[in-house]
């Protein structure tokens, strides 16, 4: 089986509970790098929404310039409201991946647009916060692949406080 490798760019992410929100995500996901630029979330990070504390197995890195977090054969993907793009849900995900998402209050620079091999968007009536986009484009990237649904799964995964089980009604 091939090792997939995803990782994720936010460029000037705004909101220290958003990118908190992401690393979240990036963990129950699989993600395993996030990188960011810009200075607004260097200030906030100290009242980042990690509830989880992912940033101790997938650190948040500031870069200089978005496409320095690329991986090696990794495809960049960005997740824009841009004319043209294609909608996620016909969106066929690369093995190897590098999802860039631009700020809450604007849009991904035109020269990184240039750069990146596809770009995408999801189709909703207006747009997403920032969280809430990268939770779309992580579980979309998850349905379509060969996921685990199993109890086990189940059983890692959930609170501690939840141990419910499910017997559906019989006909």
Known sequence: MNQQHVSIGLINPKSATNVGAVLRAAGCYGASRIFYTGERYTRAKAFNADTKAVHKTIPAQGVGFILEGKQPGAKVIAVELAEGATPLPEYNHPLNAYYIFGPEDGSIPKGVL???????Y??????????????????DRLAKSDYDASDELIKASRDKNNRLKFAPKRP
């Open 114 to 120: 240039q750069q990146c091999d596809d770009v995408v």
């Open 122 to 139: 999801v189709p909703t009536q207006g747009c997403m916060n920032l969280a809430a986009t990268v939770n779309v484009v992580l579980y």
